[in-house]
């Protein structure tokens, strides 16, 4: 493998290209420390269709959020027949769409908050009344859109009056959205490496809720917690639902699954196929913890790259 030339795809045009540009600088020093030819694309700059095959024996994609975490890219790398990392077309499809994942842990019996989604309405407080009463869900009720990844454009609504006011806002932005009941309780997230549960971390978040500053911004004072505070038995019960619902989307290589636990449940609210590598990123915190130090971790990544994912 040390002979192979190693192309990291990075930035790309979501909002979360800042992100994804920290993670992919940090995965280039992380092969070039074991010894592997690297060279660097951004979609932004040119399509993902202009990737020089003869120059690139595999891909590590280092993209977050639409366009990247969604299947377009993996779709991409497919028709170039370049092995790449992380999840497949229709694996990550399915696990970034919040309504197609969340009926994929239904049908696998892996708890997840009850829902429901919405196109733009004519009116939108006659649908959502409807909706509420018929689904019984209470407040506080979270907004947000089915496709986007580090809690961009997530809300947390106290009463119809808010409610009303965010998903306005968000239909400005967004064709769908979907909303659910806010769980309480412990923040929980899983590492999962080539099928293999890694570990749990619980966080503390200072702000509301665990946004965009709280996950990316030094200055927000998460509280990291590894391993989570959660007794033994409910430690290996969050790591076996989040290596079933890795199974049940068929990912491949890394994933970081989200819990919330309340009143001696896990409610899993989303599992990520392309978690961040940044200096504040979760999954290298818990490989860290289990004795994979970070240039390791994605190099085992690389290892597991292939076509038909």
Request: with cysteine; hydrophobic share 35%.
């Amino acid at each position: 493998m040390k002979n192979k030339r190693v192309l990291v795809v990075l930035g790309g045009t979501s909002g979360e290209r800042e992100v994804s540009l920290d993670t992919g600088k940090a995965c280039v020093r992380a092969l070039k420390k074991k010894g592997y030819y690297v060279t660097t694309f951004d979609p932004k700059k040119k399509p993902l269709n202009l990737i020089n095959k003869s120059k690139s024996d595999i891909i590590f994609n280092a993209l977050h959020g639409k366009g990247g975490e969604d299947g377009v890219a993996q779709s991409y790398f497919e028709y170039l027949r370049i092995p790449y990392t992380h999840s497949g077309v229709i694996s990550s499809y399915n696990a970034m769409n919040k309504i197609f994942s969340k009926e994929i842990f239904k049908t696998n019996k892996i708890k997840s908050p009850k829902y429901f989604a919405l196109h733009k309405p004519i009116s939108i407080k006659k649908e959502l009344q409807i909706n509420i009463k018929k689904q019984k869900i209470k407040f506080p009720i979270v907004v947000k859109p089915t496709n986007e990844g580090s809690s961009i454009g997530v809300r947390i609504c106290k009463n119809i009056h808010d409610l009303l006011k965010s998903t306005k806002t968000l239909f400005n932005s967004y064709e769908k959205l979907i909303f659910e009941p806010f769980i309480g309780g412990q923040e929980i997230q899983v590492a999962i490496l080539n099928d293999i549960p890694l570990g749990a971390i619980e966080l503390e978040p200072k702000r509301k809720f665990y946004d965009y500053k709280a996950k990316y911004s030094k200055k927000a004072n998460t509280k990291h917690i590894m391993p989570a505070n959660l007794n033994k038995s409910k430690y290996r019960e969050v790591l076996q639902i989040a290596k079933k619902a890795h199974k049940a989307l068929n990912c491949k290589g890394v994933t970081r699954s989200d819990f919330k636990f309340y009143k001696n449940s896990f409610y899993l609210l989303e599992t990520n196929t392309q978690p961040g590598m940044t200096s504040l990123s979760l999954v290298p915190e818990i490989a860290s913890y289990k004795g994979i130090s970070f240039e390791n971790l994605i190099e085992k990544i690389l290892l597991n790259a292939s076509l038909n994912r």
